[in-house]
């Protein structure tokens, strides 16, 4: 059993003693010879296993390194290159629109601050519904500009400008929620000029043949009923037009997720 | 118009585009720097409800950018203290998402120049309040900080230098004080009794010694 092992060992030693670049002569290879005695650790008393495993205690988990040395045990690792691919990114690509501008990673907290008020609700109750809507999405895609900012800036502790993008943050905030407002708003006076519309006897609703506006007191009583009349088609104009802008967003085919 | 032929001009992406409208979300993507990953793999933070597809088609519809393959997990933060107080509470799990793109992306270099950040001051704050931190900390363990155990500073320093000095006779000490006129006479006066005592005192045990 122990004669295997020694041989093994012994080509080893041989070959890690053996020139490792071909010019060497005869008489360096003596100078360079081992010891004397190669046998040494290998006549050391070994514990006899039951089961006979020849790689006993040899684990790449711990590190133990082979049980003999090996033939290349003498030549060092090569370490791998640090290698960081420089890639030329694309000047139109989507992702930069989470950067202030293209190669640019922050605004400084000066730039930050030039910001407008928001939008106020009397402003975009004047908005149709692609304005606003479109509006929408110009927020998003600042809120998730800022969020972005705010995360780099924590991440590489590039100073102050926390309070500056939180600022502005709110102000997009107020945005979208004077949008919100407004629509709502709209939802209900067509809500309204529906109900008055349902029970208005000159109006139809069911659709069908003809007019859905059919006055009765079209041509007689002009100068008594002038007043109100100009009133009411005022109102039915308005809601009309509501009712328009309402029905155009549900055509509209709008950006989606999933 | 010219949006009709934009949108003409773009290019269906080779995944099968979601069809439900979402009109008015309310969601914050948050692109996250990780150098590890490499230039064709992109990070998110995503909110809780958003799926790998959400994530995919939203990418294309606002940003054009197109997504080839999407790895999601959910991160669990750890217990935290509500600053102030003793409140031990779990914040809210994060989900973030990496996407692999169609086109590399790399990010953008930090700037070198930090002064518009303002970054010295902002360290010094840091460095503050992490001494406030292990002050406090320490006070709350009972291990209260001895002056004898910091180190020397500089005016204690320059203090036993001083002293060192005056012990060795190099330098004077005087208090800068102008006496009173008055006290001069005084003051002779007492040190020619305190040197006649010294005399009379001086001759007594040399006579005893013989």
């Known amino acids: 059993m122990a004669t295997p092992v020694a041989l093994r060992s012994y080509y080893g030693r041989l070959a890690q003693v053996k020139p490792l670049s071909g010019g060497l002569g005869v008489g360096q290879t003596a100078a360079r010879a081992a010891p004397f005695s190669t046998t040494a650790p290998l ?7 039951k089961d006979g495993n020849k790689k006993r205690g040899v684990s790449t988990i711990y590190r133990s390194g ?8 003498s030549i060092p690792l090569p370490k791998p290159r640090q290698f960081e691919p420089k890639i030329k990114v694309d000047e139109k690509h989507g992702l930069w629109e989470f950067f202030p501008a293209p190669g640019k990673l922050l605004w400084t907290p000066t730039e930050t601050e030039e910001h407008g008020r928001p939008w106020t609700v009397e402003e975009l109750r004047k908005k149709s519904w692609e304005d606003l809507h479109s509006l929408w999405w110009v927020c998003c ?7 972005t900012s705010v995360a780099e800036l924590e991440r590489s502790k590039l100073g102050f400008g926390n309070r500056e993008l939180e600022l502005r943050d709110q102000a997009v905030k107020k945005t979208m929620k004077a949008i919100r407002f407004a629509l709502t708003e709209r939802f209900y006076t067509w809500e309204d000029a529906m109900d008055v519309a349902r029970s208005d006897p000159e109006i139809n609703l069911e659709g069908g043949e003809g007019e859905a506006y059919n006055p009765e007191a079209y041509e007689e009583d002009v100068d008594e009923v002038k007043g ?11 809601a009309s037009e509501v009712d328009g ?10 950006p989606q997720a999933s | 118009m010219a949006e009709a032929v934009s949108v003409a001009a773009r290019q269906l992406p080779k995944f099968k585009l979601g069809k439900k409208q979402v009109f008015l979300p309310n969601h914050v993507i948050t692109f996250l720097r990780k150098d590890h990953l490499p230039p064709n793999e992109a990070c998110f933070h995503v909110p809780l409800t958003f799926t790998k597809f959400d994530l995919r088609d939203y990418l294309w519809n606002l940003y054009n950018v197109e997504v080839t393959k999407v790895r999601s997990y ?10 102030g107080t003793r409140m031990w509470y779990r914040p809210r799990a994060q989900k973030i998402m ?26 010094l704050r840091e460095e503050k309040y992490e001494e406030n931190n292990k002050a406090q900390t320490e006070k709350q363990k009972m291990q209260l900080p001895m002056k004898s155990r910091q180190p020397l500073t500089h005016e204690r320093k320059e203090l036993s230098k001083l002293a060192k000095q005056m012990m060795s006779g190099d330098v004077k000490w005087s208090n800068d004080v102008v006496l009173d006129p008055k006290w001069d006479n005084i003051l002779e006066q007492a040190t020619q009794q305190k040197q006649t005592k010294e005399e009379s005192k001086d001759p007594e045990p040399q006579e005893k010694k013989p």
């Open chain 1, 43 to 49: 006549c050391k008393r070994k514990r006899s296993t």
């Open chain 1, 245 to 254: 802008n309402i029905t155009k967003s549900e055509s509209r085919p709008a």
């Open chain 2, 98 to 123: 990496t996407v692999q793109l169609a086109k590399p992306f790399q990010w953008p270099e930090v700037p070198t120049n930090t002064e518009a950040w303002n970054k010295e001051m902002f360290d």
């Open chain 1, 141 to 147: 895609k600042e809120r998730n500009r800022l969020a």
């Open chain 1, 66 to 73: 082979p049980r003999e040395p090996l033939s290349m045990s």
């Open chain 1, 228 to 238: 109100w009349a100009a009133e009411d088609a005022a109102k039915s104009a308005d």
């Open chain 2, 74 to 83: 959910v991160k669990e933060l750890p217990l935290t203290q509500k600053p």
